[in-house]
């Protein structure tokens, strides 16, 4: 049984940053890849990063150069720093543990997380 806790959201002015967190409780495989998605009211759930249990990294082309995704495994700490931001980046903000170690080509499809966070909202201005 693994809980997943977001937190650091807020609201930014476009151009500025803005850094996400995830702390794990409970048991977890340390090697399980771990992504970030966020969801607009109105538009479906769409993947934006992930790293995998050796820190190999992934993002969404919309985010990519923009965000960057790590993990501090000792802590049990996932991370998502976002700069440049943009209205579009408007959203919650949710993380995921996946069922399986490696991310695959398919990270970005949440039938492959069984553990979700509660998300935290991130809002940015024009």
């Known amino acids: 049984q693994v809980q997943l806790v977001e937190s650091g959201g807020g609201s930014v002015q476009a151009g500025g940053s803005l850094s996400v967190s995830c702390a794990a409780s409970g048991y977890t495989y340390s090697s399980n890849c771990m992504a970030w998605f966020r969801q607009a009211p109105g538009k479906e759930r769409e993947g934006v990063a992930a790293?995998?249990?050796?820190?190999?990294?992934t993002y969404a082309d919309s985010v990519k150069g923009r965000f960057t995704i790590s993990r501090d495994n000792a802590k049990r700490i996932l991370y998502l720093q976002m700069n440049s931001l943009r209205p579009e980046d408007t959203a919650m903000y949710y993380c995921?543990?996946?069922?399986?170690?490696?991310?695959?080509?398919?990270?970005?499809?949440?039938?492959?997380?069984?553990?979700w966070g509660q998300g935290t909202q991130v809002t940015v201005s024009s």
């Open positions: 995921a543990a996946n069922r399986r170690p490696g991310c695959g080509v398919t990270w970005y499809h949440s039938y492959w997380y069984n553990n």
């Open positions: 790293i995998d249990g050796v820190r190999s990294t």
